[in-house]
C-alpha cells in the first residue's frame, strides 16, 4: 500500500489521464513503482515517513547519560538513533498500550525490563510524565529514567550496553517535501521507459532519458535542501558514560 503519494498524483505531474487497470502501465504497476521510491527514501533520509511505513528496531543498544536534576538526585537520558517514537512495542499496529518487554536497563541485579507487564515500573508517554519510573519525549526520541543510580553507569554494563531498546519510528505525517520527492521518483522510473511513449517529445524537447534523469536530480535536490538525507541527532547515544555525565537538563 502506498503511502507518500498516489498514482493520480503521479499522473497529474505528468499530465496525463490517470492510470487505471487498462492502462500503460496500469495502477497496480505505478503503485509498485512508488512503493519502490518510498523504500528508496527511507533508505536515504534513515526514516520512515507516515505511520503506515513504520519501521521496527529490535534490541538497540543505548547508553545512558547521567543527569543532574534540581527535583531529584539524578536522571537517566537516552536518545534513541530514531524518532519519532511510535511505540515502544513490535505489534502491528503502534500504540503506548502495547509495551511489554521493550526497554532493559542494566542495573545491579541485571536488566531490568521497565516495561515488562509483570514488573512495577511505570511509563510517562510525555515530557511531563516525570512522576513515572520512565517517561518518554517522543518527538525527539529521548527517553528519561527516575531515579537513575551511579551503580548504573558504562563501568558496569556488560561490554558496555547499557541498555536495549525495541521500538517503532516514523513521522505519523508524510511532509509535502517527501510527497514531491516520491512524485519525482516515481516519475523518472516511469519516463525512463521509452516503450511506454508517454512522455512527448519534439525537435525543441528533451528526450525522456534526459527527462527521467532531471526528475531523479529535482527528487535529491529536494531531500538535500530540505535537510532530510542522512538525519540524525547526535545525544547520548553517541557521547555517554561518565565523560559527560554531570548534565544540568
Known amino acids: 500500500m502506498v ?9 497529474a505531474f505528468l499530465q496525463l489521464a490517470d492510470f487505471s487497470g487498462s ?16 523504500g528508496r527514501i527511507e533508505a536515504l533520509t534513515n526514516h520512515a515517513w507516515s505511520t503506515a511505513n513504520a519501521i521496527s528496531v ?31 512495542s513490535q505489534h502491528a499496529t503502534p500504540n503506548f498500550t502495547n509495551t511489554n518487554g521493550n526497554v532493559k536497563i542494566w542495573g545491579s541485579g541485571g536488566y531490568t525490563d521497565y516495561l515488562d507487564s509483570d514488573g512495577d515500573k511505570t511509563l510517562g508517554t510525555s515530557v511531563t510524565g516525570t512522576g513515572n519510573d520512565m517517561w518518554a519525549d517522543t518527538e525527539r526520541g529521548i527517553i528519561y529514567l527516575n531515579s537513575y543510580s551511579l551503580h548504573n553507569m558504562l563501568n558496569s554494563s556488560p561490554a558496555g550496553v547499557d541498555g536495549y531498546v525495541s521500538y517503532k519510528y516514523a513521522t505519523a505525517t508524510c511532509p509535502k517535501d517527501i510527497k ?3 512524485i519525482y521518483f516515481t516519475a523518472a522510473t516511469i519516463a525512463m521507459n521509452d516503450d511506454l511513449n ?11 532519458q534526459t527527462k527521467s534523469e532531471k526528475f531523479e536530480d529535482m527528487a535529491m535536490k529536494i531531500l538535500k535542501d530540505n535537510r532530510r538525507l542522512e538525519r540524525d541527532m547526535t ?10 555525565g554531570m548534565v544540568t537538563p
Do not use: K
Open 58 to 88: 529490535t534490541d538497540e543498544r543505548v547508553r545512558v547519560q547521567r543527569v543532574r536534576s534540581n527535583v531529584i538526585n539524578s536522571r537517566g537520558r537516552i536518545q534513541l538513533s530514531h524518532y519519532p517514537i511510535l511505540a515502544f
Open 23 to 38: 492502462t500503460t502501465p496500469t495502477a497496480t504497476q505505478v503503485e509498485s513503482f512508488i512503493e519502490l521510491a518510498e
Open 180 to 182: 514531491l520527492a516520491t
Open 198 to 208: 508517454l512522455m512527448q517529445e519534439g525537435d525543441d524537447a528533451m528526450n525522456n
Open 3 to 11: 503511502s507518500y503519494c498516489t498514482h493520480g498524483d503521479v499522473s
Open 235 to 244: 545525544m547520548a547515544r553517541a557521547i555517554g558514560g561518565f565523560g559527560t
